[in-house]
């Protein structure tokens, strides 16, 4: 079951954590790295529902979708 | 073992041509390659007279399809064909991946031990083919062939299908009670009756080439590489074949022309980088063949239309990477026999002849979509279709060299397994206070292990009978001598000793456990504690008798 509700003890780290981690990085080099960042924490969560779970809620709150 | 590639077959004139009246045969299978000739011979194994046509007289052109599976080599064992091939062939387990310049990622395809056969032999396709002829010809009072027979037409009536064939004399018809079309991808039966094999079609050529080099050093292992620095931005994939011969597979793009890059001054400088870049730039090499592909993976939406059946790539298409489409072909081929044979023999009739025949389809169409999901996954990994697809792939690759999780997510190609024909009608499901673990479930392929009859070594596959056979592990029951058309493996009774224990591993076997197997050796039914009842139930129920199909009500 994928948690929505909150779940960190620290967000506001986590958000300039993320950001400093594309400091300096081309658009591409970003690709590159949220790329790696979507492989290591798919494997950290292991359970294949609970991924398709996170997909299934990245892509809806997507606008313009076709 | 003989030159086959250089072999041509003499057309021959048969009586059937001047006959006034086509002359009617049970079976007739178009195509003699691998899944045709396998097909046959099965066939004639189980005392069905057949005949194959085919619009050549020699064997395969090149090496096409060379890596042969554990399991369509333990077919060809219950041909007579094994140990030829497995002799003349490179037996290999390891592959390797790597990106760049390094290797990521190293598997071993059969990691166990107590197996005969090896996870895979690499043999040129005209060997395997010509293995198979000899046999047909050891079965000649059955087996014809007939070279040079081009099917032309197909009529399919009520009762029987109707066949117009040329042949270098003109043409003449045929009637039979049953047709398979083994006759390849570009299928003259399928296109004669108007049907179609549908799919994708992947827009990307390869160039796929043998050359005979003497490089006793190199390891008989598969190599592919993802952007190596001798052929950047694309794939290579490397095999060791017999007589000295390797395969070399070079990702060319869509661009590529596919008549220029064919020409030897452009294959020569390819394979010299490939050699270079594995410490053996001095070795000499010709090149003996070579060719420029694309491919499509594809099916037909029925592989039964009446009294015409369809095998191999004619009812189905995939990708060359995970050596799924002869190995596949000739596991239809088998899939095929037994049901085919029962039919014809009179052993099946009706409803039953029909369950049969349909079950055939659902079951073999079922492993088509599975062969066709793993090479669809495979081919986009290595040829990626968007930006976004490349991102990922290339990320996966980057991290494979520092974590092991993403070395999983490489795919260079998922090497082909039997597929499990879960939720066929033949199966009869466990009992729910049977507890069994998954691997052998009703629908799986049995697996082999080492036996001891007597004191001479054995394997549990060539002890199976040629019809169904029911192991039981420990004393087989009294009852077990008169079930029909089966034959009983008693493992540690009376009959075979499992010496190491990997066939109580491997079946999760207790004292008087018992596993039904098919002809063509997929598990079909098991227990915990079997009674004549339930066998008997279960053996009916794998003929297509739908009338038993509940085997509560026969309990």
Known sequence: ?66 | MRDYQSLEFEYRASPDQRAVEPVRHPVIVVGAGPVGLALAVDLAQRGVRTLVLDNDHKLSTGSRAICFAKRTLEIFDRLGCGDAMVDKGVSWSRGRVYFGADEVYAFDLLPEAGHERPAFINLQQYYVEGVLADRAAELADRLEIRWCNAVTGVEQRDDGVVLRVDTPDGPYALQADRVVACDGSRSAVRSLLGLESQGRVFRDRFLIADVTMHAPGFPAERRFWFDPPFHPGQSVLLHKQADDQWRVDFQLGWDADPVVEREPERIVPRVRALLASIGAGDTAFTIVWASVYTFACMRMASFRHGRVLFAGDAAHGVSPFGARGANSGVQDAENLAWKLAQVERGDAQGDAADALLDSYAREREHAADENILNSTRSTDFITPKSKVSRLFRDAVLDLSREFAFARRLVNSGRLSVPAVLDGSSLNTPDDARDAFDAALRPGAAAADAPLRRGAERSWLLRECGRDFTLLVFGRAPAWAQALPRTTTLAIDGSDVIDVDGHAAVRYGAQPGTAYLLRPDQHVCARWRTPNEAVVRAAIARACGHAALRSTEAVC
């Open chain 1, 1 to 66: 079951m994928l948690i929505t509700t909150p779940n960190m003890a620290a967000p506001d780290d986590f958000y300039e954590a993320l950001i400093d981690a594309h400091r300096d990085l081309s658009d591409e080099q970003s690709q590159a790295l949220n790329a790696r960042l979507v492989l290591l924490l798919a494997n950290h969560i292991g359970d294949f529902a609970v991924l398709k779970e996170v997909l299934a809620a990245a892509r809806s709150t997507l606008k313009h979708q076709p």
